[in-house]
Every structure is written in C-alpha cells, then in structure tokens.
C-alpha cells in the first residue's frame, strides 16, 4: 500500500497555473509581452474528433480532423491603455469601425502567441506556441461607481489554427528544454570558414 511519502515523491509539489507567461505577436504592432499584466489564460484545448461507420449492427469510431479551440487572455488595463489600443488597432486593421475593409494582406492579419508554464524554480517546463491567430473579440470593460479596489481587465478571444508543444517529446521531438537555437551566418576559426 502506499505511503504519503510515495505520494510526496510522486506528486514533486505539482504544477502552479499561476506561474505562466503569455507573449502575443503581431504584424501591426510587434511583440506583445504580458508577463507582468496579463492576468490570466489557458493552455490551448484542441479536439480530434470521431465519426461512425456502421458495420453489420455496430459502429466503429474513426478518428477525423484535430479542431482547435479559440483561446482567451485576461489582460489588466494599464493607465495608458497600451495593450487594449494594440488589440484594437489589430482588429481595426482586420475590418474597420466605420466600413467593411481591410488594411491588412492575408498573410497580415494573423498573428503568434506563446503560453509558457514555469516550475517553482522559473525554469521553462513547457511552452505552446499558438500559430495563426487573429482576436474575434475584445470583451467590455465593466464600469461602476461601486467598484472599489479592484484595476479595471477585459478578455480578448483569439480564433486558432493551429498550435505546437515545445517539452517531453510531443511535437518534433523537442527535448523539454522549452528553448529553441537557430544559427545562420559564417564563422571564421583561423582562417576556416565555417557556414551554419
């Protein structure tokens, strides 16, 4: 039977959900880095699912396509509103406040997000990076003359196509480390050249 100490070396202290780092990317305005205001959001959920062939009085289950979940961020207003203008002005650019056009290319419209979740340490436990998304939603700010100490936040939803797992071999056998080198250029080692 098992002891608590069995549980206390299997169970390592868990995994904390608030202990996380969220980084969105996109054409219009660069790097998004939220890691001090954005308050909360999730590991992005995907769905493969089923469907049915009939066989003489049974069903057998096939799996079908992967569908990808829309992801959601909360995001603490800062003073200068510098965040919310950003994903404003995103979606603007997709289709305008005042008529229905674009300033954006199909390419442009899209852009990247990463959900990394770190151990107790700070140390990168694993990363998703959410590819090719753009915002379907920029939630309302609630406003209230009763709403004492509290900082104003509101959701943005993202449509998702797809997403990739850095850590414990999921995706293009990463290793776990959570960090990806990529090198290009020349080295020259004593008069050798060396192309990477």
């Known amino acids: 039977m098992a002891t608590i100490s069995d549980f206390k ?3 390592q202290g868990g995994v904390r959900p608030n202990l996380f780092q969220v980084i969105i ?9 939220l890691e001090f205001l954005g308050k909360a959001t ?6 493969v699912n089923k ?7 049974r069903k057998l289950a096939v799996p079908g396509d992967r569908v990808f979940a829309d992801w959601s961020v909360t995001i603490l ?11 404003e002005q995103w979606m603007n650019a997709i289709t305008e406040h005042s008529q229905n056009i674009t300033s954006l290319t ?3 419209q899209y852009g990247q997000a990463s959900v990394t979740q770190l151990s107790r340490d700070g140390s990168v436990l694993r990363s998703y990076r959410i590819n090719d998304i753009f915002p379907t939603e920029c939630a309302a700010i609630e406003l209230g003359m009763g709403s004492n100490d509290t900082v104003e936040e ?4 993202f449509a998702v196509n797809n997403f990739t797992i850095d850590g414990n071999n999921v995706d293009n056998g990463a290793s776990g480390s959570g960090v990806d080198i990529s090198l290009a250029g020349q080295i020259n080692l004593g ?6």
């Open 9 to 11: 070396n299997n169970f």
């Open 25 to 33: 990317t996109a054409p219009i305005f660069g790097q998004m880095n």
């Open 42 to 47: 999730m590991i992005p959920a995907s769905t």
């Open 51 to 57: 469907f049915e062939v009939d066989y003489r009085g």
């Open 77 to 87: 207003n800062d003073p200068d509103w510098v965040n919310r203008t950003k994903i």
């Open 106 to 108: 199909p390419v442009q």
């Open 154 to 157: 509101f959701v943005v939803t």
């Open 191 to 196: 008069g050798v050249q060396i192309q990477i």
